[in-house]
T-cell receptor, first 113, second 112 residues
């Protein structure tokens, strides 16, 4: 089955700096890659996703890049703010099969003033 | 608000007991997923239902069971509870079986 590795496990940046979280996946057939943000005690919320037919997607300060050849995808947050502090999870799935969404182990992002 | 609802929000019970967690998916969603998240841990996939049928199984213990009813709501039954079952239990739903998942607010279970 699919295996998703996520790095780093913790990340501390100063307000205004950029943050990058990286994930690798094992199943070359995976074609959908969502990112979730989870604040303490809250539900995971979808913040951005990308499908395998595109290499990059942006939404304001958030962007995701996908390298299908290397089987990795990354989340980029620019001009970080304290409210970006949360745990971020990447995930991967092959939507053409009955496989399940496989999550990475999470990255705890701390944005300091 | 994702449109997925879960009840109860909090549950405190004793070891050996049985509890039922309930989830109502977003309107129009046919697929329901259950996840367990222990303190400072990732999301552990338990089970998925699609239109009333079990579709995928993850690391779900034999003491746990689930079902999806004709109105598409789902229940997760946890029995013979142990201290280690204390966790946040999330339900998620999606339109199809492999589409974007939207999470409910979770049920926080504490087993004493």
């Amino acid at each position: 089955g699919e295996n998703v590795e996520q790095h780093p496990s913790t990340l501390s940046v100063q307000e205004g700096d950029s943050a990058v979280i990286k994930c690798t996946y094992s199943d070359s057939a995976s074609n959908y890659f969502p990112w979730y943000k989870q604040e303490l005690g809250k539900r995971p919320q979808l913040i951005i996703d990308i499908r395998s037919n595109v290499g990059e997607k942006k939404d304001q300060r958030i962007a995701v890049t996908l390298n299908k050849t290397a089987k990795h995808f990354s989340l980029h947050i620019t001009e970080t703010q304290p409210e970006d502090s949360a745990v971020y999870f990447c995930a991967a799935i092959n939507t053409g099969t009955a496989s399940k969404l496989t999550f990475g182990t999470g990255t705890r992002l701390q944005v300091t003033l | 608000d994702s449109g997925v609802t879960q009840t109860p929000k909090h549950l405190i019970t004793a070891t050996g007991q049985r509890v039922t967690l309930r989830c109502s998916p977003r309107s129009g969603d046919l697929s329901v997923y259950w996840y367990q998240q222990s303190l400072d841990q990732g999301l552990q996939f338990l089970i998925q239902y699609y239109n009333g049928e079990e579709r995928a199984k993850g690391n779900i213990l034999e003491r746990f069971s689930a079902q999806q009813f004709p109105d598409l709501h789902s229940e997760l039954n946890l029995s013979s509870l142990e201290l280690g079952d204390s966790a946040l239990y999330f339900c998620a739903s999606s339109v199809g079986a492999e589409e974007t998942q939207y999470f409910g607010p979770g049920t926080r279970l504490l087993v004493l």
